[in-house]
């Protein structure tokens, strides 16, 4: 029996703005097992990416509580916050934020290097995760000479480089052609279905939510 991942209770979002108060999110109630695929579908401009990242302690709720793994991540502060996320959470992004003047390998092998694990470390496991995403043979190119699919692809695998508990993932198929885009897909249900590895899964893309082993529709500021 899976074990309770996250708990979300009674989650809101505000926005305060010099004339008005928006609310974004309007009490979300939500349980997440481990091992779990999820995909969180909705309009734009229904919240789906304002609870993704506080589900990533990139953000905080107006009222609510988030608990990941029985931690209760409304009372951390900021550096607990970036702690948590280096400890448990891979993050991907629409915009893969690679940094152009390093190559494939050390892009990856980064966020290891940035946790204080020796080069050599850091580096094999990287070349793991590339080869789980495909992109091993590419270690040695420069980021820039890469199409926009292995881009994301190399995003992907530095996201798993520092072996996270959950993947969240925001529109990473977003700026790919269909072809990229059911590869990276495809990845993302391997890695759930091979290796256990809970994905939460933001986007627009149906066919990317269908692959996910259960859609959720954010409508309103609340999970329909």
Do not use: C
Request: charged share 25%; no cysteine; proline share 2%.
């Amino acid at each position: 029996m899976n074990k309770l991942l996250y708990k979300v209770e009674g989650v809101t979002k505000d926005i305060v703005l010099p004339n008005e108060r928006l609310s974004i999110l309007k009490g979300v109630n939500l349980n997440i097992k481990k091992g779990e695929s999820v995909a969180i579908v909705g309009a734009s401009g229904s919240g789906k990416s304002t609870l993704l990242h506080i589900l990533g302690g990139l953000d905080r709720p107006s009222l609510g509580r988030v608990f990941f793994k029985g931690m209760d991540l409304t009372s951390m502060d900021e550096s607990q916050r970036a702690l948590f996320r280096n400890k448990y959470i891979g993050f991907v992004f629409q915009f893969h934020h690679l940094l152009a003047e390093f190559n494939v390998l050390e892009n990856v092998a980064m966020p290891m290097i940035i946790r204080g694990i020796k080069r050599k470390k850091a580096y094999k496991r990287a070349i793991f995760v590339l080869g789980l995403v495909g992109m091993e043979k590419k270690k040695k190119q420069m980021v820039n000479t890469l199409s926009g699919g292995e881009r994301q692809l190399v995003a992907l695998a530095r996201s798993l480089v520092g072996e996270p508990e959950v993947v969240l993932a925001d529109e990473p198929t977003g700026n790919l052609d269909g072809e990229n885009a059911a590869k990276v897909g495809e990845i993302f249900k391997n890695l759930n279905q091979d290796m256990g590895l809970t994905i939460i899964v933001v986007t627009h893309n149906m066919e990317l939510a269908n692959l996910m082993g259960r859609v959720l529709k954010l409508k309103h500021g609340k999970i329909q």
